[in-house]
């Protein structure tokens, strides 16, 4: 889309009120339209046009309105939508939150010029995800696999080890069993400063950041930025995979953070507020940036997202977490309790789920046992759990010999299967071999829910 | 004087205290073979662990090294390049700003103007060019009605820069302007003549 007339400048500014500038007298302006505001100094910002009508257009500014007065500002509009350059050179680079280099180098030579909002996936033409993607988490790997095209969202809360998580993942995810590329696009979205950092220098020094692309909008950058920085990230992950043929996973942190800002413009823009004061426009403006993950006939790439919320005092039922359920396939709940215990990753494997994990797991892609030992795992440590309550009432004693077994498994559990160390990359296999040392805890007979020749070949009694 | 029943006695029990010592010695003997016998499977366990964990650690070395070397002589590749692209760029401007203003350079001015006025939606607009194009646009400037040729020259190569009567709308069509919008695609073009492709 472009505008017609593109490249005009005009200088009657009739309000700047929050991020947004309102721009009088304005001719052949369009919906989104990339603007650039040029302040008294000579500064230039960039913004995009939110409503278009009455001679007026209100534009939206994103590195904020700080220092702006209403004479002396210009507003030009460039005639056409904003655009982020994309090119397989874009791999080992390091952009701000508006895709600006940060890493010191010149602009990307680009192959094309896309649209940063993207072109909605034909249904008819997805793909239904069926891949395995190894990130080398083993609770993640073995209990809610991720599979190639799908959106598996991380809901944490405030000060808990997600980010440490989110770098793991970028570091080691890697695809199995093919040669097929792989790369990583990592959007940070309103992180601190020492995060981003962490961020890149962990890249780096694993090797990884060859095959990543990392967007970092940190906390002191003005709010509104962090409305373009997944979608810029998006739009590099959707070229790479659909134009280059990589399977690329989106890792995009923290997504409350954009959430928010979303809240500032709707409020600005004196929007009637939905729940918590967020527009009611949330779950579709979500849906356009989680729907961007996925898999396309005739394609050879993929994207797959893991976008990282906090959910605001743990509430799961909190608008940002609650709308992202609704369209996400699962979620990987990270928990409070495992998480003061000193367990990393703390996540709580029974509030936990991948909805497509069935279909990218089992013979062929992992193992023919990936399936039932997964089952029996969540069964044996759900079970582990109520005799830990149950521990708690009548005390160690008052319990019979199978469920102090079951208290000894949920134990080895989170020592031995759950607790990771932050470098350290398990495969599948050695993956699958802890899950069947847990369940071989358990007495034969308590194992229901694998195949007898599974159970054969794999159990060890201890 | 010897009592042999005694000494039988203490003899039976020698006997029996040897048997004993070296049944024991051959038991432990037993014992310490099936240890070590367990123990080797263990050990090669060990061993195999040892070696798997050192393998994975040197791959992972590996990895940061080839990374970290690759990307710094690609940093480095683009770093030239950008430097090549500038001096191209540099080069091509000095051109452009000696160009000769005779010629076609009015038909030039004449369709800048065009575009301009178009773009503005009027022909009642204040022109903006440098001192060498001052000649060109006011001979071009009786096509456009209402127009007027500012006395202010402006710092450009060439080109120039209308604005609304009323001062609220400007359009900037000097040849920086347009060399800038695009100028991306420009170094597009020069990388390619380098020889790099994406």
């Known amino acids: 889309m472009s505008a017609k007339g593109g490249g005009v400048q005009y200088s009657k500014i009739a309000e700047i009120k929050g991020p947004l500038v309102v721009v009088d007298d304005v001719e052949n302006a369009a919906f989104d339209e990339l603007v650039e505001v040029e302040t008294k100094d000579g500064e230039r910002r960039l913004g995009k046009v939110l409503e278009v009508g009455n001679g007026k257009a209100i534009v939206q500014v994103f590195e904020g309105t700080t220092g702006l007065s209403i004479s002396g500002t210009n507003a030009k509009f460039v005639g056409k939508v904003m655009e982020m350059p994309v090119s397989r050179e874009v791999l080992g680079r390091v952009f701000d939150g508006l895709g600006r280099p940060k890493d010191g180098l010149p602009d990307p030579i680009a192959d094309k010029f896309v649209d940063i909002n993207g072109e909605p996936m034909n249904p008819e033409q997805r793909e239904y995800p069926k891949d395995f993607i190894q990130t080398g988490v083993s609770v993640i790997d073995g209990l809610m696999t991720l599979v190639r095209g799908q959106k598996l969202p991380i809901f944490s809360g405030s000060g808990m080890s997600h980010n440490l998580l989110a770098a793991q993942i970028a570091r080691q995810a890697s695809v199995v069993g093919t040669d097929d590329d792989f790369a990583v696009v990592f959007a940070a979205i309103g992180v601190q400063y020492s995060e981003a950092e962490y961020f890149r220098r962990s890249l780096e020094e694993s090797g990884a950041l060859k095959r990543s692309v990392l967007f970092l909008n940190t906390a002191d950058d003005p709010a509104i930025e962090r409305i373009i920085t997944p979608r810029v990230a998006l739009t590099v992950a959707e070229y790479l995979a659909f134009e280059l043929g990589i399977h690329v996973l989106v890792v995009i942190t923290d997504m409350t953070n954009y959430a928010e800002a979303l809240r500032e413009i709707s409020a600005a823009r004196e929007e009637v507020p939905g729940r918590k004061g967020y527009p009611g426009y949330l779950y579709t403006d979500l849906s356009t940036l989680y729907e961007r993950a996925g898999k396309l006939n005739g394609k050879k790439g993929s994207v797959t997202q893991v976008p990282i919320l906090s959910m605001p005092s743990d509430d799961i039922t909190h608008p940002i977490p609650d709308l992202t359920g609704y369209i996400t396939e699962g979620q990987i709940v990270v928990g409070r309790d495992l998480f003061r215990q000193g367990v990393y990753p703390p996540i709580n494997i029974l509030m936990s789920l991948s909805r497509l994990m069935k279909d990218g797991i089992g013979e062929g892609s992992t193992r023919e046992d990936h399936s039932e030992i997964s089952n029996q795992v969540y069964d044996a440590y759900s079970r582990a759990q109520e005799v830990r309550a149950l521990a708690g009432i009548v005390g160690k004693a008052g319990l019979t010999e199978i469920d102090l077994r079951y208290l000894e498994l949920g134990d080895t559990f989170e020592k031995e299967f759950l607790s990771q160390a932050t470098d350290e990359n398990r495969t599948i296999e050695e993956t699958l071999t802890l899950m069947w040392k847990i369940v071989s805890k358990l007495p034969k007979n308590e194992i229901t829910k694998i195949k007898d020749r599974y159970v054969e070949q794999y159990y060890k009694e201890e | ?198």
């Open chain 2, 1 to 198: 004087m010897t009592n042999p029943a005694l000494e039988q006695t203490i003899d039976k029990i020698l006997n029996q205290t040897e048997e004993g010592i070296l049944s024991n010695i051959k038991s432990a003997l037993n014992d310490s073979y099936q240890t070590l016998d367990d123990a080797v499977p263990r050990l090669e366990q060990e061993y195999d662990k040892i070696l798997a964990d050192g393998k994975k650690e040197a791959d992972k070395i590996e990895k940061q090294i080839i990374g970290s070397s690759d990307l710094e002589a690609r940093n480095k590749q683009l770093m030239a390049l950008e430097q090549s692209v500038d001096r191209v760029f540099s080069q091509a401007l000095d051109q452009i700003a000696e160009t000769d203003r005779s010629g076609n350079y009015s038909d030039l001015i004449k369709s800048l103007l065009d575009e301009s006025t178009k773009i503005l939606g009027t022909s009642e607009v204040v022109v903006f060019t440098n001192s060498k194009d001052r000649d060109a646009v006011q001979s071009a400037l009786p096509n456009y009605p209402g127009s007027e040729l500012s006395p202010k020259t402006i710092d450009c190569l060439g080109g120039v820069r209308i604005q609304s009567k009323d001062g609220t709308m400007t359009f900037d069509n000097t040849i920086d302007a347009r060399i800038e919008r695009l100028k991306p695609l420009i170094r597009k073009e020069i990388a390619a003549k380098f020889g790099v492709t994406n």
